[in-house]
């Protein structure tokens, strides 16, 4: 049974750095694409980036690009999420996401992911 663990969420000033990490279990992923999502209080759970397992291809959403890097060790099973640049609005509970990859590709929706983890608070104070 897959089970995604999540870790590195923070308090952090605006500008700053964090590394979260979303430690997999219970298939090689080959695969899977796996993703970030995040939610603010009163809003939407929205689309940060996604990874294809295998080939490593990611995927950001507009307001990340440049800032966030998303990455996997496929030794470790773990996926990161480096986020730069920081800003207050980025405040979120984040939640790692993983799905078997399908035809249509790459999903941005909550919908097209099948295991979730518990999600991690991230703070940007400004």
């Known amino acids: 049974q897959v089970q995604l663990v999540e870790s590195g969420g923070g308090l952090v000033q605006a500008g700053g750095s964090l590394r979260l990490s979303c430690a997999a279990s219970?298939?090689?992923?080959?695969?899977?694409?796996m993703g970030w999502f995040r939610q603010a209080p009163g809003k939407e759970r929205e689309f940060v980036a996604a990874i294809k397992w295998g080939s490593g291809s990611p995927y950001y959403a507009d307001s990340v690009k440049g800032r966030f890097t998303i990455s996997r060790d496929n030794a470790k099973n773990t996926m990161y999420l480096q986020m730069n640049s920081l800003k207050p609005e980025d405040t979120a509970v984040y939640y790692c996401?993983?799905?078997?990859?399908?035809?249509?590709?790459?999903?941005?929706?909550?919908?097209?992911?099948?295991?979730w983890g518990q999600g991690t608070q991230v703070t940007v104070s400004s």
């Open positions: 219970g298939s090689t992923f080959s695969n899977y694409v």
């Open positions: 996401a993983a799905g078997r990859i399908r035809f249509t590709g790459v999903s941005t929706f909550a919908s097209g992911y099948d295991y």
